[in-house]
Antibody
Framework: EVQLVETGGGLIQPGGSLRLSCAAS????????MSWVRQAPGKGLEWVSV???????YYADSVKGRFTISRDNSKNTLYLQMNSLRAEDTAVYYC????????????WGQGTMVTVSS | DIQLTQSPSFLSASVGDRVTITCRAS??????LAWYQQKPGKAPKLLIY???TLQSGVPSRFSGSGSGTEFTLTISSLQPEDFATYYC?????????FGQGTRLEIK
């Protein structure tokens, strides 16, 4: 079965760090274009970052310099390293797959909640 | 950044109704537009990609049209399971952006 499962969310203080994981099954992460998308409570969807099959990465301005997207091909897993967290980073974080650079996101994980609060 | 504006933001309709949601882009995006359905507590689900192509497994009552800056999502005959929030998304350029969402509720 093709699926994505996110883990790693939780409660973290402002300024702290957290790493999210997204384990894939049924397809190969490194052959696809993998994104992180977040949704603040009661709000809409916000794209965060993408990693291309070739390794190129792109970020939303709101997280550039603080978040890093990466993958471990041996574990078929996508990551999001989040540093210098702020209250406005509080959201459900989803990982999602696209098969080509301008393709829509056809597979989504169930999401993991990140709460940044003191 | 490309802004996407959906209208209406809220829609009240009845089972069996035909509804249309519009998504306008702040600049031309060719056909690089997708539509998603999201239910409370769930991940978004892809409905339409490339503006008008129905994702596999999605009922044929959903359809999409448009190109350039104006796009529509139409549900031909609302079913109880269609009451949800709908988002458009542009994939023409980074940053990828979403519309603000259209909440579809039962009248």
């Amino acid at each position: 079965e093709v699926q994505l499962v996110e883990t790693g969310g939780g409660l973290i203080q402002p300024g702290g760090s957290l790493r999210l994981s997204c384990a894939a099954s049924g397809f190969t992460v490194s052959s696809n274009y993998m994104s992180w998308v977040r949704q603040a409570p009661g709000k809409g969807l916000e794209w965060v970052s993408v990693i291309y099959s070739g390794g190129s990465t792109y970020y939303a301005d709101s997280v550039k310099g603080r978040f890093t997207i990466s993958r471990d091909n041996s574990k078929n897993t996508l990551y999001l390293q989040m540093n210098s967290l702020r209250a406005e980073d509080t959201a459900v974080y989803y990982c999602a797959r696209a098969m080509r650079p301008s393709d829509a996101f056809d597979i989504w994980g169930q999401g993991t909640m990140v709460t940044v609060s003191s | 950044d490309i802004q996407l504006t959906q209208s209406p933001s809220f829609l009240s309709a009845s089972v069996g109704d035909r509804v249309t949601i519009t998504c306008r882009a702040s600049q031309g995006i060719s056909s690089y537009l997708a539509w998603y359905q999201q239910k409370p507590g769930k991940a978004p689900k892809l409905l339409i990609y490339a503006a008008s192509t129905l994702q596999s497994g999605v009922p044929s009552r959903f359809s999409g049209s448009g190109s350039g800056t104006e796009f529509t999502l139409t549900i031909s005959s609302l079913q109880p399971e269609d009451f949800a929030t709908y988002y458009c998304q542009q994939l023409n350029s980074y940053p990828i952006t979403f519309g603000q969402g259209t909440r579809l509720e039962i009248k």
